[in-house]
């Protein structure tokens, strides 16, 4: 603690800076340390934020006793290490996604937190844009009545310099994989979050544009435990970056986003489609962003995400997304790996 406000750590300088800003502009926590082994990054982060304490030895960030929580926001295959070294020094710690590169080493995050009382939260941020709201409502309601099928594609772009930058992503390594555990695991994420437990994958992955270990294309059939099927496809090869396709459809209507926009609302219990369709596009089709002049207290992206750990550690109460539903998304990404090296569809446990 510091100044009666919660003590808040990041470690990683990346996209722990999107961490630190949500720190740093919360009103209960104070920013308080960054730590990296990047003395470039760690001079930046210091002009950023007044008063921050910048460390490149983990070990002295461990030892600092106003730090309360830390974002992990490394390398995704150092994610495990890290977070349990923290929580059994007494610290919470929110992780950056994927949990961690394999399902066994994710599940030494849940260990650790179940070991140690600490809190863990994880990063899938997609889960509270705009749009997601109502999609979730919609299916928890019944309105959507039961779910036949689902597409979900994440066509996005990523040119070489963006591999070779770190030298750690799209290899099996660090990164653990290509688009599918790097760019589309919050979408993994969303699927199984709306669609339930998946049974079985069948899936093909490749190389086609990029010199790297991994993958740059996965498409895949998905089956669930409900019955209900769905379609799911990951690449970094689409220039200049697409969209990424949310779509669900069962007995009872359908619904398509495209990341935060909702493109169609259609259900057939509606008194009026059209302009219940017209008035839902109006609310929740223009993204997040459109959508604070209706809603000025919604939080959006890792703002939301480190506002929720700051005020889980706060309340004593579990963060939003904790590791074991983190950990659902990293065995479905896997599996997909390994049916595609296999060539056979791979169920799930």
Request: glycine letters at 10%.
């Amino acid at each position: 603690m510091k100044n009666g406000k919660l003590g808040y750590a990041v470690l990683g300088l990346g996209i722990g800076m999107a961490h630190a800003d949500a720190a740093y502009g919360y009103d209960r926590a104070e920013l308080v340390a960054v730590c990296d082994i990047d003395e470039a990054r760690l001079a930046k982060a210091q002009k950023r934020y007044a008063g921050v304490t910048a460390y490149t030895d983990f070990e002295d960030l461990l030892r600092d006793e106003q730090v309360d929580v830390i974002s992990i926001c490394l390398p995704s295959a150092m994610h495990a290490d890290f977070a349990v070294r923290a929580m059994e020094a007494g610290k919470h710690v929110l992780v950056e996604k994927p949990l961690d590169i394999t399902p066994e080493r994710a599940q030494l995050i849940e260990d650790a937190r179940q070991r140690t009382g600490m809190i863990c939260g994880v990063v899938h941020q997609n889960r509270f844009n705009v749009d997601m709201y109502p999609i979730r409502e919609a299916v928890e309601s019944g309105r959507l009545g039961s779910l036949i099928l689902g597409t979900f594609a994440v066509k996005w772009y990523r040119d070489q310099s963006y591999y070779d930058n770190g030298g750690w992503r799209g290899t099996w390594e660090m990164d653990g994989g290509g688009s599918l555990m790097n760019q589309a695991v919050h979408t993994v994420d969303l699927m199984q979050w709306l669609m339930g437990d998946v049974e079985s994958v069948t899936s093909h992955a490749g190389i086609y544009n990029h010199d790297i270990k991994t993958e740059d294309t996965t498409a895949s059939l998905i089956k669930f435990k409900s019955g209900a099927v769905a379609t799911f496809v990951s690449t970094t090869c689409a220039y200049p970056g697409i969209s990424t396709e949310i779509c669900l459809y069962g007995t009872g209507g359908s619904v398509e986003a495209d990341a935060d926009c909702l493109k169609t609302w259609k259900f057939t219990d509606a008194e009026d489609e059209d302009a219940e369709e017209a008035a839902m596009l109006t609310r929740y089709g223009g993204g997040n962003l459109a959508a604070l002049p209706e809603d000025a207290a919604r939080l959006f992206g890792h703002q939301h995400v480190v506002e929720d750990m700051i005020s889980a550690v706060r309340d004593g109460r579990p963060p939003e997304v904790t590791p074991a539903d983190a950990l659902r998304a990293v065995e479905i990404v896997c599996a997909v790996y390994e049916s595609a090296r296999t060539g056979k569809t791979v169920t799930l446990s």
